[in-house]
């Protein structure tokens, strides 16, 4: 069986060193900031352990034969990817596509990597062994990995080791016979407060001098000397679920990463001194295309609750026919529709590559990535428009109906037909938290750039199209005519 959602919440007591609102926090599966959001992991684990969902979730550890999740399989061609989709589709519902970095998100990372550890084999075999073992590990044992495979903003202009401090980014301080020592920052680690492993790399490109970053590493999250710096936690300053339905339960919560000397056996090392094979990991193997697969999947998700809130609240003002609002509905439902689309064709339009491991379609993958920065932010604005100021005339907590007074003038006046005051006041609330709350803007920031700084995904956007079918075209369309 995969793991369940209690042996999930059990293995997150490890010792782990969480900063939040001034202090350490260790058990994070009973802090306020964390719980909502450790519990929605849970159901997922749950959700692929149920022995109803077993066909549909899980595939045989080719190591041992026991179930394990689909999340982690290395898909061989577009029937494995469809599968894939399928378990993760179910996997994004569970939490309504609000948890970008679940489990099943750095889980294709390692099956792509795992697909082609021949690429780290071009550092020493014993690097490409290293990840099939990890990967394994990770697949047999169910973990929850996150990453953070960013350098801290602190001077864009300047590489790595021309930083104030050549060990601000987070790289090798010393190497050791058993093993390396890290130390510095990696920003942003999303989920690492409630992850079982980090995953510490570079996805952004390294200069000449920048050797010491250029690594990537597994790291137990209890791991001696690793901290995790939270941002605020939506989840504890909302006064109730029914006023913050979805940041009381799915505010994944993103953090810095420091490393004060973190010791990393080798066994846990991919990457070492390596800038060649630090690009290569994300460009030469599938890994970098299965994880935004899966975070276009989980995209779809959130879209499709977008446009069924946006119906809903019209329906419920009673505006749902008025044909500007069937406009706007529309504009939702098409780009819910794309997105979708855009997923099927990254199955049919797959590679296999020479090693038999299918990659699902390159540019269908970044158009997603390349036009969900701009989109979303227009989405949201498109059902706040919708919505008015009802999303506002609302009573300022849960609290406000336990006073008869008060309730008395909400049940005359905040209501709709069909929707008595609390259904109404419970719906606009659920959309407030997905386009207006402090939770929705985090969610409006991660769409931009969960993928990487907008104007290099459009760059790397251009790399992966086929200009030269374009520009067969282009010659087809200058071949008729002339000057003359
Ligand atoms: C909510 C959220 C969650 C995240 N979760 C994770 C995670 O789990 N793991 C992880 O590793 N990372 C994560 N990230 C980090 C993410 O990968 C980075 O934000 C992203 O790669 C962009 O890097 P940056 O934020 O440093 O922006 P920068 O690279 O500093 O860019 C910011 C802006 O500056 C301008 N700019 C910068 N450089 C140039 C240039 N050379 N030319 C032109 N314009 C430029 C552009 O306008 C750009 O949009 C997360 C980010 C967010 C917002």
């Not at 499709?304 to 809130?309: E, N, R």
């Amino acid at each position: 069986m995969t793991r369940s959602g209690k042996e999930y919440i059990e293995g997150l007591r490890d010792g782990r060193r969480v900063f939040i609102d001034g202090e350490f926090v260790s058990d994070v599966a009973n802090h306020p900031a964390f719980n909502g959001a450790v519990a929605s992991i849970a159901r997922v684990y749950d959700l692929a352990n149920d022995p109803d969902n077993a066909a549909a979730m899980t595939f045989p550890s080719p190591v041992t034969g026991a179930p394990v999740n689909l999340s982690y399989l290395i898909p061989r061609d577009e029937d494995d990817l469809r599968r894939r989709r399928i378990a993760l589709r179910r996997t994004a519902e569970t939490t309504l596509g609000l948890m970008g970095r679940g489990p099943e998100h750095v889980a294709g990372f390692l099956a792509g990597w795992a697909g082609r550890a021949d690429v780290f084999g071009a550092g020493g075999q014993r690097f490409a062994d290293n990840v099939t073992r990890f990967y394994e590990f990770a697949r047999d044992n169910d973990l929850y990995c996150s990453y953070a495979i960013v350098p801290p903003q602190i001077d864009r202009s300047k590489p790595a080791h021309q930083q104030e401090d050549p060990h601000l980014y987070a790289g090798v301080t010393q190497e050791r016979e058993d093993g390396i020592v890290v130390s510095g920052a990696q920003m942003l680690g999303t989920g690492a407060a409630i992850s079982d492993y980090l995953i510490l790399s570079c996805i952004v490109p390294l200069q000449p001098g920048d050797e010491d970053q250029a690594i990537s590493v597994a790291v137990p999250i209890g791991a001696e000397g690793l901290k995790i710096y939270s941002r605020r936690g939506y989840a504890e300053a909302a006064p109730s679920v029914f006023d913050y339905p979805l940041a009381t339960r799915f505010d994944e919560t993103d953090a810095l990463i420091v490393f004060d000397d973190v010791f990393v056996p080798w066994e846990r090392v991919f990457v070492f001194r390596d800038r060649q094979l630090t690009s290569d990991q994300w460009n030469r193997t599938p890994a970098h295309m299965l994880g935004n697969n899966q975070a276009q999947i989980r995209f779809s998700v959130k879209l499709d609750l977008l446009a069924g809130l946006a119906m809903r609240v019209a329906r419920m003002n009673g505006s749902d026919k008025f044909p500007p609002v069937r406009a706007t509905l529309g504009e939702l439902a098409a780009h819910a529709s794309m997105v979708t689309g855009l997923v099927y064709a990254q199955e049919q339009n797959c590679e296999i590559d020479e090693f038999g491991v299918a990659w699902p379609g390159r540019a269908e993958c970044f158009a997603t990535m390349t036009l969900q920065s701009e989109f979303y932010p227009k989405l949201l604005h498109l059902v706040r428009d919708l919505c008015g100021g009802g999303v506002i005339q609302l009573p300022s907590s849960a609290a406000d109906f336990a006073n008869p007074e008060a309730r008395a003038d909400f049940e005359r006046y905040v209501r709709s037909p069909g929707y008595p005051s609390t259904e109404r006041v419970r719906l606009l609330k659920l959309v407030w938290d997905l386009v207006g709350s402090e939770f929705a803007s985090r969610h409006q920031q991660y769409e931009m750039f969960y993928a990487g700084a907008p104007f290099l995904v459009r760059s790397r956007m251009s790399q992966v199209y086929d200009f030269d079918r374009a520009d067969t075209l282009v010659e087809q369309a200058l071949a008729g005519y002339e000057l003359a």
